[in-house]
C-alpha cells in the first residue's frame, strides 16, 4: 500500500545469522500484523502489536521477537536462522482506531524477501 | 475456528468475459471478510471487504464481490476481465475469536490467468 515502508526489500543471510525487519506505517497506523508467506503459500500471521503493546501471536519461533516503537515502526528480529525461514515477510498496519471509526483493511507492506543459505 | 476455502487454484477466462473467484468460509460469529490481489514479488493489495451492510461489495479495479450467508460464500466477481487482472487472489477472514486483535486468516489463493 502506499506509504508503508518495508526495509530492507531483499535479505540474504547465512543459517544461525540474524536478521532485523524493519516496517514504517502510514501515519496514525496504531496497529501492525506481521506475516510470513512461504514460496507458493498463503500469508501466515505472526505476531501484532497495538499501541506499542503485542496484542496477539500466531505461529512465530522463539527464535522471532519483535516491537513496536513510540512513532509506530515496527522491527521483527530473527535470530538463529534456519534454511526454512526463507521467506517473505509482510507488516501490515491497519488503523484499528481510525479517525472514522474503526477500520478493519490491513495494509501490506512491499515485503523483505529473506533468504537463508 | 474460522476458515477460508478457496477450492480453485487457478482461473482461467478470456479477455473480456466476466470473471469469478470463489471463497466460502467458516466463522463464528458475524464474518470480517477481505479479497486481496498480489502480483508476482509484490505485497497484497486490499480489493474490498465485507463487514456489515449490502451483500454485494464493490471495491477497486472494477472487482465487487457477492456475500451469500446462506452459502458462507464470499465470491469475487468482475463483469470483464483483463490481461493486467492476471494475478493470484486471496480471500480472507478477520480472526473475530482474537477480540479485536483482528489477525487475517487466507485462503490458499487462486491465480487468476486472464488470456487475450
Known amino acids: 500500500a502506499a506509504g508503508v515502508i518495508q526495509s530492507p526489500r531483499h535479505l540474504i543471510k547465512e543459517k544461525r545469522e540474524t536478521a532485523t525487519l524493519k516496517c514504517y506505517p502510514i501515519?496514525?497506523?496504531?496497529?501492525v500484523y506481521w506475516y510470513q508467506q512461504g514460496p507458493g503459500q498463503d500469508p501466515q500471521f505472526l505476531i501484532s502489536?497495538?499501541?506499542?503493546?503485542?496484542?496477539d501471536k500466531g505461529s512465530i519461533p522463539d527464535r522471532f521477537s519483535a516491537q513496536q516503537f513510540s512513532d509506530y515502526h515496527s522491527e521483527l528480529n530473527m535470530s538463529s536462522l534456519e534454511l526454512g525461514d526463507s521467506a517473505l515477510y509482510f507488516c501490515?498496519?491497519?488503523?484499528?482506531?481510525?479517525?472514522?471509526?474503526?477500520?478493519?483493511?490491513?495494509?501490506f507492506g512491499p515485503g523483505t524477501r529473506l533468504t537463508v543459505t | 475456528a474460522q476458515s477460508v476455502a478457496q477450492p480453485e487454484d487457478q482461473v482461467n477466462v478470456a479477455e473480456g468475459n466476466p470473471l469469478t473467484v470463489k471463497c466460502t468460509y467458516s466463522v463464528s460469529g458475524n464474518p470480517y471478510l477481505f479479497w486481496y490481489v498480489q502480483y508476482p514479488n509484490r505485497g497484497l493489495q486490499f480489493l474490498l471487504k465485507?463487514?456489515?451492510?449490502?451483500?454485494l461489495v464493490k471495491g477497486s479495479y472494477g472487482f465487487e464481490a457477492e456475500f451469500n450467508k446462506s452459502q458462507t460464500s464470499f465470491h469475487l466477481k468482475k463483469p470483464s476481465a483483463l490481461v493486467s487482472d492476471s494475478a493470484l487472489y486471496f480471500c480472507a477472514v478477520r480472526d473475530a475469536s482474537s477480540g479485536n486483535t483482528g489477525k487475517l486468516i487466507f485462503g490458499q489463493g487462486t491465480t487468476l490467468q486472464v488470456k487475450p
Open positions: 465485507y463487514i456489515t451492510g449490502d451483500n
Open positions: 502489536f497495538y499501541e506499542k503493546m503485542q496484542s
Open positions: 501490515a498496519p491497519c488503523p484499528l482506531r481510525g479517525l472514522k471509526g474503526p477500520q478493519y483493511e490491513q495494509y
Open positions: 501515519p496514525r497506523h496504531d496497529t
